[in-house]
T-cell receptor
């Protein structure tokens, strides 16, 4: 049990649509990050948020955006969905005291 | 940026045997190396980690070793059990990048009876 919860667990969208995924971090963890995991691959870093500001981004286009709220919950938004966006999206909570990163169970997105 | 390679991609061992998974990283500025276990349909679970000021760390049947000079780190699982069957990922983090991990491509471990 990592204390990181994500919703929804599964969803199906069509190409061109927009999607919002949600995450609730561990209590006291003020840094949250999002990862994309394609089938059969390792997770890839999308971006991280600290104190409601994005402060690090991986190699993902601007149509991937996020928000972090004062209660440390966060959202990942993806616009203009493409077929290649089909993946497991993972939210991770960072404990600055330990340096450890804890993942939620993920939201599986299928784009048709 | 950092690049992490992981071998083997699949590993099959008999129950009770040992399993070893190896990773290499490219950036000498990386200073934190976690290992994650991912079961089918679940998120990655942190099982052990090591920092660059330590050469080896053990936790019951699991151990990790780090060779900074060669930029290698390895996961060792002894006395394997069927419940150890899963996909294992190594990762590396550059100093000062907080929650940004670079992952390897994963090793599917199967423990047979």
């Amino acid at each position: 049990e990592t204390g990181v919860t994500q919703s929804p667990t599964h969803l199906i969208k069509t190409r061109g649509q927009q999607v919002t995924l949600r995450c609730s971090s561990q209590s006291g963890h003020n840094t949250v990050s999002w990862y994309q995991q394609a089938l059969g691959q390792g997770p890839q870093f999308i971006f991280q948020y600290y104190r409601e500001e994005e402060n690090g981004r991986g190699n993902f286009p601007p149509r991937f955006s996020g928000l972090q709220f004062p209660n440390y919950s966060s959202e990942l938004n993806v616009n203009a969905l493409e077929l290649d966006d089909s993946a497991l999206y993972l939210c991770a909570s960072y404990g600055v005291d330990t340096g450890e990163l804890f993942f939620g169970e993920g939201s599986r997105l299928t784009v048709l | 940026g950092e690049n992490v390679e992981q071998h083997p991609s699949t590993l099959s061992v008999q129950e009770g045997d040992s399993a070893v998974i190896k990773c290499t990283y490219s950036d000498s500025a990386s200073n934190y190396f976690p290992w994650y276990k991912q079961e089918l349909g679940k998120g990655p679970q942190l099982i052990i980690d090591i920092r660059s000021n330590v050469g080896e760390k053990k936790d019951q049947r699991i151990a990790v070793t780090l060779n900074k000079t060669a930029k290698h780190f390895s996961l060792h699982i002894t006395e394997t059990q069927p419940e150890d069957s899963a996909v294992y990922f190594c990762a590396a983090r550059l100093e000062g990048t907080a929650s940004k991990l670079t992952f390897g491509t994963g090793t599917r471990l199967q423990v047979t009876l």
